[in-house]
């Protein structure tokens, strides 16, 4: 039986990376001025040592290809890469499918770094956009160490005090956010802006910044894929089986916290990727985290790319944010969640 469900899904990663691989090129090729698949593929391998492909004339189109349009979708796959490892990290975690990357208050604290750094006049500085992005991720590790801190109960950190700690401190960042952005009104659309998330950077170094954490989260949840399928036995099953449950708790949160904070620092609050793409691939592919976590890469670069296509697509040439369009399809997958959720326990 176990030879059958690995033939099962064995297409699973296969089909994942071509759609992945669909997706980019889509996005690269598609906009205000339209680049055909065979000039994207031209332009491509012109740019490998010995090969000379691109025709004469294609000097905008690779402008465009390179410049513009492929730093935007390398951080958009990155970020919905980061945003559906560490959600799937989150729920095994809290052993709970309804979990995603911003429980435990990453989203307000970052959300709270970045109003602070608009309100302060910081991203008008020399340093310019670079500001924001940094201000809110500071914003969103500093605020899951107050969560983290908050819930310890002697030398333990029970999951269900994590959560509600996470509400509460979330609660509050949120409440000094909605202040600043009232006190400093001509700041009140730059930073609303970048809460409904999108892409606000330009060129290739948002991607270098970003990509380093999102290696080192995705390897550091990798390496304990194993002791967190153990741990979804419960944490006293667990700690009988030789897994030290409190050094892996803090250790999946720091991770998971560190991919999102950088995912949220450059594309900004975009909801329900962390959610969705999980659990569909866990249905898809089984709950083995070994499997799951790289899966969940896959999925989530892909499932964020489409959602910055048709965000700068549907309503040409005005560009809609990406966190619309991953609630607008989030919100439908959250509420069959939920009612088969009620099936299986009611």
């Keep these: 039986m176990t030879g059958n469900v690995l033939k099962a899904y064995a297409p699973l990663p296969l089909l994942l990376s071509l759609t992945l691989l669909s997706s980019i090129v889509l996005a690269v090729g598609i906009g205000s001025v339209t680049i055909p698949a065979r000039v994207v593929a031209e332009l491509l391998l012109d740019r490998l040592p010995l090969l000379e492909f691109a025709e004469t004339g294609t000097r905008t189109s690779s402008v465009i290809l390179f410049d ?9 796959a990155l970020t919905g890469a980061a945003l559906a490892t560490a959600g799937a990290a989150y729920q095994g975690l809290f052993r709970n499918p309804l979990a995603d990357p911003y429980l435990v208050g990453v989203a307000s604290g970052a959300g709270l770094g970045a109003t602070l750094a608009i309100a302060g006049g910081l991203d008008a500085t020399a340093i310019g956009m670079s500001t924001v992005p940094l201000a809110a991720f500071v914003g969103g590790v500093l605020t899951v160490g107050v969560v983290v801190m908050a819930a310890r109960v002697g030398k333990t950190t029970p999951v269900t005090t994590m959560l509600l700690a996470g509400v509460a401190v979330g609660a509050f960042a949120t409440a000094v956010t909605t202040f600043l952005m009232l006190r400093r009104l001509d700041g009140l659309q730059r930073a609303f802006n970048w809460m409904l998330g999108g892409y606000s950077a330009g060129g290739w170094r948002p991607v270098l910044t970003m990509l380093p954490y999102l290696l080192l989260g995705a390897v550091t949840l990798q390496l304990h894929a194993r002791a967190l399928n153990v741990f979804q036995l419960g944490e006293e099953q667990a700690q009988q089986l030789g897994v030290n449950v409190e050094f892996l708790k803090m250790l999946l949160v720091s991770a998971a916290t560190l991919m999102t904070a950088a995912a949220v620092a450059f594309g900004g609050l975009i909801g329900f990727v962390g959610l969705i793409v999980p659990h569909a691939l866990r249905m898809l592919g ?16 892909a499932f964020l790319v489409l959602c910055d296509l048709a965000a700068r697509t549907l309503l040409a040439p005005r560009e809609l944010p990406v966190g619309v369009i991953t609630a607008l399809t989030g919100t439908p997958f959250f509420i069959f969640l939920l009612r088969r959720l009620k099936r299986s326990v009611f």
């Design 68 to 76: 513009i349009r492929m730093p935007r979708v390398a951080l958009m």
């Design 286 to 301: 089984g709950p083995d985290y070994r499997r799951l976590l790289p899966l969940c890469m896959l999925g989530g670069a």
